[in-house]
């Protein structure tokens, strides 16, 4: 079993800054992706970005990239969100997600779907105001 432990959400006007921390702890394996998702009311659960945990390669969606960054700390185990020039339509729930990459044959393609990962977090509320 893995926990996933979000923290930094809140509230910001647009234009601002905010950082996202989500540390794992239970049964983590060698090989394995974190990602971020993202879902506001009324609409369905969004790829945000990812990182491999091993060689740290990461991969943003098209709607945050250049304004989100993704990084982990292997010794804490923990994935943050750095997120910039914040936009109102970022206001939503983030999650953070576990995939135990062990398994293999996982592409960025798959990992950007809600369904390949193994756990969740239970969320952080961002509301960015206008």
């Known amino acids: 079993q893995v926990q996933l432990v979000e923290s930094g959400g809140g509230l910001v006007q647009g234009g601002g800054s905010l950082r996202l921390s989500c540390a794992a702890s239970?049964?983590?394996?060698?090989?394995?992706?974190m990602g971020w998702f993202r879902q506001a009311p009324g609409k369905e659960r969004e790829f945000v970005a990812a990182?491999?945990?091993?060689?740290?390669?990461?991969n943003t969606a098209d709607s945050v990239k250049g304004r989100f960054t993704i990084s982990r700390d292997t010794t804490k185990r923990t994935v943050y969100l750095q997120m910039s020039s914040l936009k109102p339509e970022d206001t939503a729930i983030y999650y953070c997600?576990?995939?135990?990459?062990?398994?293999?044959?996982?592409?960025?393609?798959?990992?950007?779907?809600?369904?390949?990962?193994?756990?969740w977090g239970q969320g952080t509320q961002v509301t960015v105001s206008s």
């Open positions: 239970g049964r983590t394996f060698n090989a394995y992706v």
């Open positions: 997600a576990y995939y135990n990459a062990a398994r293999g044959g996982a592409t960025w393609l798959r990992l950007s779907s809600w369904d390949a990962y193994d756990y």
């Open positions: 990182v491999a945990w091993g060689p740290g390669n990461t």
